[in-house]
């Protein structure tokens, strides 16, 4: 009866050493095995020529490198491109690569689908299935970085990585910390914490957590600025307010990190966009570790929103100027394959066993 082989892609350095220790060998080999996969792109262990053979004959039988699958790929007329990813029982999700003149930034996903049902979001109204495994998050990094040629070339072609695709990442903690772990350790992604991005929609504790355990560029989604706008926008916000958020963020910011949070806030014609909520927003964030990243909303199939008008969204943003918060507005990329923010949708069997839209909020977080 053959043993099911570990797969050593999104394995932690103190896994895999203990995994190579539990072979016969020294831990530094693991140190070996990292650099192939991570700095080389080398999925083969006949490849990894500085390894013994016998070290080389023992990974072959117990081990394996195994990436996403792809089911698709699109390039934009702006450079972006998006992949769909299998993720098996017919689950897809996507992963989506950003080119800028200083850096190029790469969007993935955590989760197959959504939970949390933030009503402007494609991929909220997917439903969810389930987590993703740290393979599978790693994993969407290393295809990119070889579908780009980064291996090839030895040129850095990924310069940033966001937790902003399909999912809450914090809802799957278990699986996300060790991926971020890969991609901060030298010998794996040696991505710099600055470079680094988990988008949330807001689940404190794990916040707290995170900061204490490791402490990446936050991004907090709020998208509103009092809470029954938000508790319409966002059911998450019905558990962990704004004032309890907020809290968090600047412990996060402040504390832990000694950096800036940035508050994603999407652009909702008529909605959330008005100088009522420039201004109640300013109260929230004035001299505060704070800065501003307003999205112009991106429709999808079934939406009730439309996009805010672009002298209105360059209003709200001169107001937060005037007040002395740092404020930007996103570029939209990628909107001709429905790569662009809020459209991700891949392909989700809904598993969800409550829909969060109701007045019992619940969410349950892999820790």
Known sequence: MSTAKHNLLGMPRDELEAFVAQLGFKPFHARQIMKWIYRRGVADFDAMTDLSLKLRAALAQTAEIVEPEVSTSQASRDGTRKWLLRMGEGQRVETVYIPETSRGTLCISSQVGCALDCSFCATGAQGFNRNLSAAEIVGQVWLAKKALGEYET?????????????????????????????????????????????????????VRRLGEECNVALAVSLHAPNDPLRDQLMPINRKHPIAELLEACWHYAGEQTGRHV?????????????????????????????????IPFNP?????????????????????????IRATIRR????????????????????????????????????
């Open 332 to 367: 939209t990329r990628g909107d001709d394959i429905d790569a662009a923010c809020g459209q991700l949708a891949g392909r989700v069997n809904d598993r969800t066993t409550a829909r969060l839209g109701s007045k019992t909020f619940q969410v349950t977080v892999q820790a």
């Open 262 to 294: 940035t508050f994603e806030y999407v652009m909702l014609d008529g909605v959330n966009d008005q100088p009522k909520h420039a201004r109640e927003l300013i109260s929230l964030l004035r001299n505060r570790p704070a800065k501003v990243n307003l």
């Open 154 to 206: 030895g040129e850095r072609i990924v310069t940033n990585v966001v937790l902003m695709g399909m999912g809450e990442p914090l809802a799957n903690y278990r699986s996300v910390l060790p991926a971020l772990r890969i991609m901060l350790d030298e010998l794996g992604f040696e991505l710099s914490r600055r470079r680094v991005t988990l988008s949330t929609s807001g689940l404190v504790p794990q």
């Open 300 to 324: 999808f199939p079934g939406t009730e929103y439309s996009r805010s008008p672009k002298a209105v969204i360059e209003n709200f943003r001169d107001m937060l100027l005037g007040a002395g």
